[in-house]
């Protein structure tokens, strides 16, 4: 008989609110139309992210939250006058506001309002042993920072020991094959949404690195962080994240250095001679905007963030890159960043965004970074193996396949913002530093669409996505893990280059023309269907989340514990399944002696379905124990 093994790992994440107040400014007025449409009931209209904070708020000293108010542009009305406005948007019908409890549930009822979020909290992505040194990356209210230490998971080979300098990693993706054509994103604007860019440094100050010439690389920037209120106006990167990003994507790679600050260990410098040219970006000619929208702790809200892609769409950038990431709150058309990014996508922009680094598990992406329309980023290492930490899909709201492309991430050597301040035992600058994350993997992909909008100017933001996409190297991973595969932007220039009969600057047919990527429209059909669930899991509020979708869908739930014997799963006599589906969620709980393998390895020979779920790295090694009798083992991938 044929063996069906369906293996699968899932992340269960635990999600908490934080809220900070800001500054306020005046009302505005809503525009109105004639004819009004159906209303959801108030209280449908409120997040339940936020609902939990309002319960907080009611129980503790009644302070005002952050929210964002989804209206309808085509009614006007007033908002309330005690409401305290933040911003209006004008690319998507968003207000940013601060409101007590009374005032968010009174503007539920408001008919022009259809929906009300919390304005979460963002943060940069990168990963490391040691945190960067700065405070309030925790998105957990109450609770610690609960990222593994560097040793607590199964690492990729290496992960830490050797450093990847971006000669290395632009030759991987094949940059270096159309920087020989004279491709180096000359003329093209990336719009880098973080925590700053020092522009002073001198990979990131002039684009030929010739000092007898004016021609800065960062041509614009913007600060739109409200907190804390001596960084207001103030577009210093104060953390390096940013400038680190955009040397990635941009830098020139002038500088020369007698080593690096290494980080993945704890914080030493490393004695090794970097010659110049050594750390080029992927798009050196390209011009940046510094769009500041985390502070010097990090983080920033999404208010911000969203002003910021206004600002960047409305001065004309090419590329939006956004090395940043928070919890999903809800399906990808509702989520405010990814509206934003959306309208974006329609004006043009090629918009690419961090997957996250909440791996292992599926179901980890972080949003913006789960919106279809945009270029979502995994990281790989030197070596072309999946990093431990990139965040796998599908998209846990529409199942939407996600990430949709790899690229280096891991160890990347690129530009320290505090070059000026720091000396080494040597007396010698410390131009450059290694870092690790989807965050380092992002400019690799917002440096390589600059390569292709300079060959193919006008090119449209799906048709760089679709030629990456296409020309990625597969690396034989699932496709949660790897999406399309590790980029290779000389492959994806020769697709677009052969593609017959294209005018690149048509506009694109939208009206005619889907771009969202295929989505789960119906339940599948489970009636009959029986389905055993080992009941010895952690996380009941997701598993039980799951086993309800299983039920709507019409199967039948039961619930078992061990030890378990042949004639628990089988029927002996006529040899058939009594359930169609074994979950086993958390083997770490259950031993060989509750659950032998040779049951098992039985129950699977009559036909029947294992289905594996685990929430930590640890848990799915102790998957081998049972399925090592079918060949299948347990890596850092997570895939058998």
Known sequence: MSKKVFVTLTLITLIFITSIPVRTSAAIQIPQ????????????????????EMKQDNTSKNE????????DPNMKTSLPKGLQILRDFKTIPLVSAKASTFEIEELAKLENVEYIYPDMKIQALNFNSQRLPVTGYSLVRDSQDMLPSARAVPDTPWFGDYPCFLNESTALIKANELWAENITGKG?????????????????????DNPTTCDPKVIAQQVFIEEPAWEIGDPTDYVGHGTHVASIAAGTGGTGAMGFLGTYFGTQFVNVTIKPGTERGVAPSAFLYNVKVLNSQGFGYESWIIAGIEWAVDRGADIISMSLGGPAVGRPEGDPLALALDVATEHGVVCVVAAGNSGWGYFSLDSPGFDPKVITVGASTETDRLAHFSSRGPEEYELHAKPDILAPGTCVVAAYADFDYTEDTADQQIFYWELSGTSMATPHVSGAAALLLQAFHGASPYAVKSAMMLAADDLGLDLMAQGAGRLN??????????????NWAAPIPTSTIDPVQPILTSMPNLTNVKVLVENSFCAPDKMYTFINMLSLAGATISYGSGPYANHNLVNVTTRKPLYDVFILSEPNRVDEVALPPSVLGFY????????????KPNVCMNYTRWTKQWGIGWDNRAIG
């Not at 139309?33 to 939990?52: F, M």
């Not at 005002?64 to 209206?71: G, Q, S």
């Not at 949404?193 to 001198?202: A, E, F, M, Q, V």
């Open 489 to 502: 932007v000389a492959k994806a220039r020769s697709i677009m280059a052969t593609a017959a009969g294209t």
């Open 64 to 71: 005002l939250l952050r929210i964002l108010i989804k209206h």
């Open 188 to 208: 093209v604007v990336i719009a880098v949404l973080d925590t700053g860019i020092n522009k002073n440094h001198p990979d990131l100050d002039d684009l030929d």
């Open 33 to 52: 139309s004639e004819v009004g449409l159906p209303q959801k009931q108030p209280e449908q209209k409120i997040s339940p992210y936020l609902k939990n």
């Open 604 to 615: 699977v020979r009559q036909n029947g379905t294992v289905l594996l779920t685990g929430d």
